[in-house]
């Protein structure tokens, strides 16, 4: 038998400002309350989740989410396991003053651990209930939790969940055409009008 003979591949110079390929889920642009839900959900099998990790600082997840234009971060302890979830409202919110309140710090020494939701406090949605759901059950669901972002999680044979996907309120909105109004913003707007009036 004869043996094969590979040419190699030809190398180039990296050329400056040379961008890279990161995996991009196509929502539709414009969705109904009769839409599958799937059509608003960030879906973890198709794009890569924005993390951070607990002992960093507040300053450094707000920064991560306007460079990569999401409203929360999921939070990874060292084992990559989720150890839970920051928002921009517990950033903005009034969480992080709280925080300064009791320890008589300053801003920039609050880490995520301070005002993220652990772990154990997350509530999450089965994948196998999205799967058969609208988009207004997933507003309702936001509306009647007063949340602006919801999780979504696979389980195996065994019972053993991996997260999914996520639901963020802005998103559907955008998608929807149309504002959706939550508990939580409400509840920030309140704060904002109390910061206002000192």
Same mark, same amino acid.
């Given at each position: 038998?004869?043996?094969?003979?590979?040419?190699?591949?030809?190398?180039?110079?990296?050329?400056p400002?040379?961008?890279?390929?990161?995996?991009?889920?196509?929502?539709?642009?414009?969705?109904?309350?009769?839409s599958?839900?799937?059509?608003?959900?960030?879906?973890?099998?198709?794009?890569?989740?924005?993390?951070?990790?607990?002992?960093?600082?507040?300053?450094?997840?707000?920064?991560?989410?306007?460079?990569?234009?999401?409203?929360?971060?999921?939070?990874?302890?060292?084992?990559?396991?989720?150890?839970?979830?920051?928002?921009?409202?517990?950033?903005?919110?009034?969480?992080?003053?709280k925080?300064?309140a009791?320890?008589?710090?300053?801003?920039?020494e609050?880490?995520?651990?301070?005002?993220?939701?652990?772990?154990? &406090?997350?509530?999450? #949605?089965?994948?196998?209930?999205?799967? =058969? !759901?609208k988009?207004?059950?997933?507003?309702?669901? /936001?509306? @009647?939790?007063?949340?602006?972002?919801?999780?979504?999680?696979?389980?195996?044979?065994?019972?053993r969940?991996?997260?999914?996907?996520?639901?963020?309120?802005?998103?559907?909105? &955008?998608?929807?055409? #149309?504002?959706?109004?939550?508990l939580? =913003? !409400?509840?920030?707007?309140?704060?904002?009008?109390? /910061?206002? @009036?000192?």
């Amino acid at each position: 038998m004869a043996r094969t003979t590979y040419a190699p591949v030809p190398f180039a110079l990296l050329k400056p400002g040379t961008a890279f390929h990161s995996p991009a889920q196509k929502l539709p642009e414009q969705v109904s309350l009769e839409s599958p839900a799937a059509d608003v959900m960030t879906d973890l099998k198709q794009v890569g989740a924005v993390v951070i990790r607990p002992d960093d600082t507040v300053d450094e997840a707000q920064r991560r989410m306007i460079q990569r234009g999401v409203r929360s971060l999921l939070v990874l302890g060292h084992d990559r396991k989720v150890t839970g979830l920051v928002t921009a409202t517990d950033i903005l919110g009034e969480k992080p003053m709280k925080v300064i309140a009791q320890r008589a710090c300053t801003r920039d020494e609050i880490l995520v651990s301070d005002i993220m939701t652990p772990q154990g &406090r997350l509530e999450v #949605m089965d994948m196998d209930n999205v799967r =058969t !759901a609208k988009v207004g059950n997933i507003v309702a669901t /936001l509306q @009647a939790s007063g949340r602006q972002h919801a999780m979504v999680v696979d389980r195996d044979p065994e019972g053993r969940e991996t997260l999914r996907g996520l639901f963020s309120s802005t998103q559907i909105a &955008r998608q929807l055409g #149309m504002a959706i109004q939550t508990l939580e =913003t !409400a509840r920030t707007f309140a704060e904002i009008e109390s /910061l206002l @009036a000192f």
